[in-house]
């Protein structure tokens, strides 16, 4: 049962009960509705948005607080239950923003009077800088890659810059050999196409055989997932994210990820005098500034530059 919330009227009399407001139990699921319908979030937006609830639930249950009203947690329990995460910076604020958005939709429907979350203060995110992937590296992960899809994989990575989830998203129709470009299914749900280099055309090239014949040989339908599994769906990200790390060990590079991909084909195309903007638009940013973080330069550059002095 929930605990009971009164309120006492102006005039002194017998107090009146005051309607609960949601639990997390129906506020989150009509949340993620809200952000898979209405907002158009994407499948991973949704599975972490999802993990991070489930987690402020589980510290509800421990904390004896699972059946209280949303409404009736305070500032000083949302502080607590950041305390209570013992996780990187990064992540800490992340959860944090999950709940601070699910007070915001009720808010708006005016379940809630006001967002305890807004303002609470959060660890600082350190600075470090991005390791990025080089051409020797990826080399090196194409040379251990058995299987076709894989070399394919890490080819459109590093030759597009593509996110881990974009990749697993890309169906065979969105593959345009005649005209060598990618079409993209981004965050957000914004589309943009991409340029398919020789390289990775050349392992595009030698992994469509084995993609296109299906059980009993039958070539498969144009908006099928482009890289399959062996049950006929698309790879998934923690398959793919796998595969990735398995190569690198293989190659001697542990330190490297999908994403590390994605930040050496931003690298390389800044080094080779490409714009901003051009990079921007082909790494699916939204926003300039988060193009702007690739704008690092080597110790090799940096010397070179205080060497002219």
Not at 154 to 164: E, Q, S, Y
Not at 237 to 262: D, K
Not at 281 to 305: F, M, Q, V, W
Request: charged share 25%; proline share 6%; glycine share 8%.
């Amino acid at each position: 049962m929930l605990r009971p919330l009164w309120k006492d009227p102006d005039d002194g009399g017998r107090p009146e009960a005051v309607t609960p407001g949601p639990t997390l139990a129906d506020a989150a699921a009509r949340f993620l509705g809200y952000m898979r319908g209405f907002r158009q979030a994407s499948p991973c937006t949704l599975s972490g948005y999802g993990a991070d609830l489930k987690c402020f639930g589980r510290w509800l249950s421990a904390s004896g607080l699972a059946d209280v009203a949303l409404s009736a947690l305070s500032r000083p329990d949302l502080v607590r239950y950041a305390h209570s995460l013992d996780r990187a910076p990064g992540t800490i604020r992340r959860r944090m923003m999950v709940l601070q958005g699910l007070y915001s939709y009720l808010q708006e429907l005016g379940e809630v009077e006001t967002n305890p979350v807004r303002g609470i203060r959060l660890p600082k995110v350190p600075h470090r800088l991005r390791r990025w992937t080089t051409t020797e590296e990826v080399e090196a992960l194409m040379a251990v890659a058995e299987l076709p899809w894989q070399k394919c994989a890490v080819a459109l990575l590093a030759a597009t810059g593509l996110r881990r989830a974009e990749l697993c998203g890309l169906r065979f129709q969105d593959v345009d050999m005649a005209q060598k470009l990618l079409r993209v299914h981004g965050k957000g749900r914004k589309e943009r196409e991409i340029p398919i280099s020789a390289a990775a055309e050349a392992a595009i090239r030698e992994y469509l055989p084995c993609r296109r014949n299906g059980r009993g040989g039958r070539a498969l339908e144009p908006d099928s997932p482009f890289f399959i599994s062996r049950k006929r769906s698309a790879v998934a990200l923690c398959t793919l994210g796998a595969a990735i790390r398995n190569l690198a060990e293989l190659a001697g590079l542990s330190h490297l990820s999908p994403h590390g991909l994605r930040h050496g084909f931003a690298t390389r195309l800044l080094r080779n005098g490409v714009d901003v903007r051009t990079v921007q638009e082909l790494l699916g940013h939204s926003n300039l500034t988060t193009t702007a973080i690739y704008l690092h330069t080597d110790a090799a550059a940096k010397r070179a530059a205080v060497e002219k002095l």
